[in-house]
């Protein structure tokens, strides 16, 4: 056999993983648009580099400012669109649901966390996710499903796995990647006029050398938009996904860790994985793809064709790891 790997180990890795990850975002952007304004622009003028740098410096700061704000929107009421999305409503705290209340509570000591708030999702499938900007305003979101059909000891482990997200600050991590589809998607969408109009097939496939200084300059500034715009489809379609995907399932591994330290019960998280995974749509969900990856499975029906495209890693890697950490003596 090889070598059981600890959940420090676990979350050490996966930590270092997502910073490494979540640089790549800026960056990647800034590369792409550099390498699309060079391609427009190599083929529109002779010395064109400094054409490219100051389109550069011209249109990142139109991208980035746009984002930044709609990030800081989204840090405010974020947790309230992804609990929307969810159509979940918080449990009232009666008797019926008193034990659900102690389970939370008592998992949120053993964690070092404040109580979050308990929302409930009306859906016979197995499926939780947390938000909130912060651990003083967290929430967890459980779905009827998963409250009826786990033991306590199982529903603990999924439970402990939200507030490790919580205590990670994966939550926010997870509102400002889902703010960053909506915004780049966004901007894509407000910039796809340009290719209904004439200057798009002319600038796209004839050069603009010859012309007056006012000429020059509307074309300058076409060519400024027509960058941005292609820099928003590639990234938003291709770059951002896989880069959002590799995020999100590194965070489930360092979640699977922190809940199994949590409880001590390791084996309590595989088994209600084994669980959640036979049955973990819900259907209110099927609309808001973003949030996927809040979840701590995913709840649709579709699958990808490729492992490179989910969400999630595959859950008998995850039960794996689970297991591997049951079989030390010391969590």
């Not at 004839?206 to 928003?232: W, Y």
């Not at 209600?272 to 036979?278: D, P, Q, T």
Request: hydrophobic share 45%.
């Amino acid at each position: 056999m090889g070598k059981s790997i600890t959940a420090f180990e676990h979350i050490q890795s996966n930590n270092f993983k997502t910073i490494l990850l979540i640089l790549l975002f800026p960056c990647s952007l800034i590369a792409l648009f550099y390498v699309v304004c060079f391609f427009i622009y190599m083929g529109q003028y002779q010395n064109a580099l400094p054409m490219i740098n100051k389109t550069v410096l011209q249109g990142m700061p139109i991208i980035i400012g746009i984002a930044l704000i709609w990030m800081f929107i989204t840090s405010l009421w974020g947790d309230k669109m992804m609990l929307g999305f969810a159509g979940a409503k918080q449990l009232q705290k009666t008797d019926e649901n008193r034990h659900i209340y102690l389970l939370v509570e008592n998992t949120a000591l053993m964690a070092g966390l404040p109580t979050p708030k308990i929302y409930v999702i009306d859906d016979d499938s197995l499926n939780a996710f947390a938000t909130g900007y912060s651990p003083k305003k967290a929430s967890i979101a459980l779905t009827t499903g998963i409250i009826k059909k786990l033991s306590p000891l199982e529903l603990q482990g999924v439970i402990a796995h939200e507030l490790a997200h919580i205590g990670n600050r994966d939550i926010r991590l997870n509102m400002m990647l889902i703010a960053g589809v909506g915004i780049f998607g966004l901007l894509a969408d407000g910039f796809s006029p340009l290719r209904r109009t004439p200057e798009f097939t002319r600038k796209s496939g004839i050069s603009v050398k010859t012309g007056t200084s006012s000429s020059k300059n509307k074309d300058n500034g076409f060519l400024l938009l027509l960058a941005i715009f292609i820099t928003l489809m590639i990234f938003h379609h291709i770059i951002e996904p896989l880069l959002l995907l590799a995020v999100s399932r590194t965070r489930e591994f360092a979640a699977d860790a922190t809940g199994a330290m949590i409880t001590h019960h390791p084996q309590a998280l595989a088994d209600a994985l084994k669980k959640i995974s036979k049955d973990s749509t819900v259907e209110v969900l099927e609309n808001h793809k973003n949030m996927a990856q809040a979840c701590i499975y995913a709840p649709f029906n579709s699958k990808p064709l490729f492992s490179l495209f989910s969400t999630h890693p595959s859950v008998e890697d995850r039960i794996k790891r689970l297991e591997q950490m049951a079989g030390n003596a010391i969590i």
